[in-house]
C-alpha cells in the first residue's frame, strides 16, 4: 500500500487519466506497466479529515484531507506513475457523497449550476476535476432516492458500474445506461493497446440501508440471508468477467461495495475465476503495509488489514489482490501491476500476481553494483537516517541517481572514479552524483548533449528535474569542482509526511 498524507496547501495527507485512445481491436498486446490508484467512501468529506474544521490547531486531524488536497494528492501520483512509463486507472470504491450539511450546500447552491441548467453537486465537481475511470455504486448514492443517484451519477465525469442493479427498472437509470454513462461493466484499453476490464458490485443490503426506490438489485431475495443473497451476486460478477474476456480483456478488475471488505474475502473472490484485482469500499477499513505513513491518531491496521494487497486464492486457485482505502478522503492506495507481452498480469512462481514494490533508496547499492560490474569504481556514501521519507521521493531519488549514473556510462568518456552521496537532512533529502570523466565540455561534444548540455535542458536531465520539481525540490547539474561533472537533487519531505 502507498499511502500519502496531505497537508495544508499542498501537504500529502495520509491517502494518493489520462484519456484512453482507443486502439483498433486487433490491437496486439505488449508488456505494459498499470498503476491503479483508488479511493473510496468519501462522504462528502471536502473540508478535511476532523469534518468541519480545517487547519484548527487544537485538532490535528483538520490539518489532513479535504477534497482539494485529495485532488492534489492523486494528480501528483498520477504525474509520478505516468513520469514512469505507467497507463493509469483511477478507481472510485463507491458512496462518493452522504446526505447531510455539507451535502446540503450543493442542493442549495448549485440546483441550475450545471451547463445543462439543472443540478450540480460540489462533490461531482472534485470528481470531474480528478477524472475517475470508474465509480461504482455504493449505499450512499441512494440515501436521497433514485432521482439524485442517477443525477450525480449523471454529471460526475466518470462511468458509474454496478453488476447486479437492473438499470431497466427506473427510467432515469435506464437512461443512464442508453447514454453509457452507467452499466455492469467496461473495458479500458491502455495507448498500447491492452484491454482492461472493470466491473462493478453493489451491496446486496441497499434496500435496508438506503432509499433505491423503485431500483431493483438482480438476484435479491428480500427473504434470503446475507449470505445468501452475497452467494447470489458470483455468477452475476462471473457472466461479466466472462463477457469482459471474451471482449479482449486480459486483465480484470472487479470495484465492490460489500460493506466490509470481509465479504469479498469470503464470500465473493473464493467462488470466481478470472479477476486479478479487487478494489473493495463500504468498510472503511484502513489496509496498510507496516511502515506505511498514518495520520496521527490512526492505529495500526490489524491482520489480516496490514498487508496491502491482500492476497486471496480464487476458485482456480489463482492469486487476486484485494486493496481498500479507508474514507473520507483521507487515503488513497496505489497498487503497481506489470503486464506481460499478452497483456496479462504476470505471477511468481507461486501463482501470485507479480506486484513487486517501486524501487527506493534501498536499492541504490544495486545501481553501484551495476557501475562496478562495468569496470568504473564507484562509490556510495549515506549520511544520516532516513526518517518517514515517501516511497514517491524514494523513488524519485532513484531514478535521478540511476539516469545520472547512465549518462556517466554513455557521455563521461573513461571516469577513474564515480561517486554516489545520499544526506539525510532535517525535513529534506539529497543525492549526488560526480565524476572525474571529461566532464561537461567532453558531453556537449560527443553525442550526449541530448543528456547534459550546459544549460541542463537535455531530454535525460528534462525528466530528472520533472521528477524532483514533482515534490517541490530542485535539481542542479554542471561542472563538478576539480573536473568532471556533478548532478544534484534537493528533496523536501517534511510536507510530504
Known sequence: MSLSSARHPLRRFAAMLVAVALLPLQALAVPQSLSILHVGDQESWLLSAQGNLRDDPSQASSFYGGIDRLAAVIAREEALALSEGRFVLKLNAGDAFLPGPRFRASLDNLGAAYFDGGQDFYDAMAMRHIDFTATVFGNHEFDLGPATAARFAEVSGTKYLSANIDYSSNAAFEALAAAGTAGASMIVETELGNKVGI???????????SSPGDV???????SATEEANLAALVPLVQAQVDALRAGGATAVVLMSHLQNVENELARVIPFLTGVDVVVSGGGHELMANPGDPRIAGDLAPLPPLNEYPLVVKDAAGQSVLTVTANFGNRYVGVLNLSLDDEGRVLRDSDGARSHAPAPGLADLPRLVDDVRAAGVPATLHVEGTADGVHAGIELSAYRVVQEALTNVLKHAGKPTRIDVTVRHLPGSLTVEVTDDGRGLAARSSNGGAADAPADGSGHGLVGMRERVELWGGELSVGPAPGGGY?????????DAE
Open 216 to 222: 431493483r438489485l438482480l438476484n435479491f431475495d428480500s
Open 199 to 209: 466491473v462493478g458490485l453493489t451491496t446486496p443490503r441497499l434496500s435496508t440501508i
Open 486 to 494: 556533478r548532478v544534484k537533487a534537493l528533496l523536501p519531505y517534511g
